[in-house]
């Protein structure tokens, strides 16, 4: 199946169902942000304590994505999400379980990292890059773009959903929210093909498995250097709406300057995905992956008041908003289609575990110095070299020229 078999009402279908899965299924990370104060205030656990399950979720998933990558790969998107959503929401809801020992909370991540694996962008991004081929990035950017829409949104539902259902009550009426989005749009549009309806559509060259695809060194360079950006964007996932506490602002306000990180998430992914297919994809790459560095560098020469944290959030939600995008375009651009699921899942999982990683260890330097600032500094010297990893890459294949 490629984007010529297909009529624009079912790639409009395709691409519905994966933008409601993908920002249904990447929501934990800012719930967790959310979270973090009433958890604390309730249970008495450190920043770093509470970020720490992002960690325990992100050294799981490069075992879950490269397997659910490759599940997909062979057996289509449908028929790996649709009990991969279901399995998400039941995990989801098991995090209201947790407290007030802290080891409920990391067991209740543990399994909820494993369970949703099936509801993973792998999974939903393989949908849209099988669906579209010269509007490939424009297609990703508006089915990575809908995540925004429930960024800006995560703390207002927290704040409300606790006053409504208490602390225990968050995260299952969450799941039940989760499932009734995602399950329906992708039993009706998620395609089925996996690579045996594949192999006989696609040239030779483009038929390379996943063992001559884990040899290409272009693949562990970009890893790389996504670790840099990743670091960047769980830090400010996890710890942004705290340090704006940490200036003075209150709960609610913060709230209020997080709106803005969802329409800049949107915006930058669109304009991301438009300019990958019109501009050079290292120059694209290389703009959006500067963005996190400059971000953390205006937190530490700027002062935090509502007007500039307002927007810091803007850029952080552009730079956010952009990052996925590269990787899923990279990813089908460098590697190709055939072993497209075992290749976004070895770059999403560098990528999910250097936001789990950072979260937890920018919490654990926060609660052993009291400051942000020398992380920051140090993530900032870290995006140069990963800007410097992208110009090392080359330029990509050959883009296929079909609509």
Same mark, same amino acid.
């Given at each position: 199946m490629n984007g010529d078999d297909l009529t624009r009402w079912q790639q409009a279908g395709i691409l519905f169902a994966a933008t409601i899965g993908i920002a249904v299924a990447g929501v934990h990370f800012h719930v967790v942000g959310a979270m973090v104060k009433p958890l604390g205030d309730a249970y008495g656990w450190s920043r770093g304590d509470i970020a720490f399950a992002l960690t325990i979720t992100a050294a799981l998933h490069p075992f879950t994505n490269i397997w659910i990558g490759t599940m997909a790969d062979r057996y289509g998107p449908r028929r790996v999400a649709l009990p991969g959503i279901a399995l998400f929401c039941i995990g989801f809801s098991l995090l209201g379980l947790a407290g007030p020992q802290l080891w409920t909370w990391y067991a209740a991540y543990g399994a909820f990292a494993v369970l949703g694996a099936g509801a993973s962008s792998v999974v939903f991004t393989m949908a849209v890059v099988q669906s579209f081929t010269a509007r490939r990035g424009l297609a990703l950017a508006v089915s990575l773009a809908g995540a925004g829409l429930f960024v800006s949104l995560v703390p207002s539902i927290v704040i409300a959903l606790e006053r409504f259902a208490g602390l225990g009550g968050i995260y299952p009426l969450l799941a039940l929210a989760a499932f009734a989005l995602m399950f329906?749009?992708?039993?009706?549009? #998620? %395609?089925?093909?996996?690579?045996?309806?594949?192999?006989?559509?696609?040239?030779?060259?483009?038929r390379a498995g996943w063992r001559d695809v884990i040899g290409f060194g272009q693949l562990w360079r970009l890893a790389l250097g996504l670790l840099a950006i990743a670091s960047c964007v769980g830090t400010f996932i996890v710890h942004f709406q705290p340090m704006l506490a940490d200036a003075g602002l209150m709960r609610d306000e913060a709230a209020r300057v997080a709106l803005f990180?969802?329409?800049?998430?949107?915006?930058?992914?669109?304009?991301?995905?438009?300019?990958?297919?019109? #501009? %050079?994809?290292r120059l694209v790459a290389t703009v959006a992956f500067s963005l996190p560095g400059i971000a953390c560098l205006l937190l530490v020469l700027l002062p935090l008041d509502t007007t500039t944290a307002s927007l810091l959030a803007l850029l952080i939600g552009i730079g956010m908003g952009s990052e996925v995008d590269v990787v899923a375009y990279l990813s089908s651009r460098y590697f190709g289609l055939a072993g497209y699921g075992v290749v976004f899942g070895i770059l999403i999982s560098a990528y999910g575990l250097a936001v789990g990683m950072s979260s937890w260890l920018v919490g654990k330097v926060y609660d052993a110095t009291g400051t942000y600032d020398d992380v920051l500094m140090v993530l900032a010297a870290a995006v140069v070299g990963a800007i410097l990893l992208v110009f090392s890459l080359g330029s990509p294949p050959e883009a296929e020229t079909s609509v």
């Open positions: 329906l749009p992708a039993w009706l549009f #998620l %395609p089925v093909t996996g690579s045996e309806g594949r192999a006989s559509a696609e040239p030779a060259s483009k990180i969802g329409p800049a998430m949107i915006a930058g992914r669109i304009v991301t995905g438009l300019l990958f297919d019109v #501009l %050079p994809t």
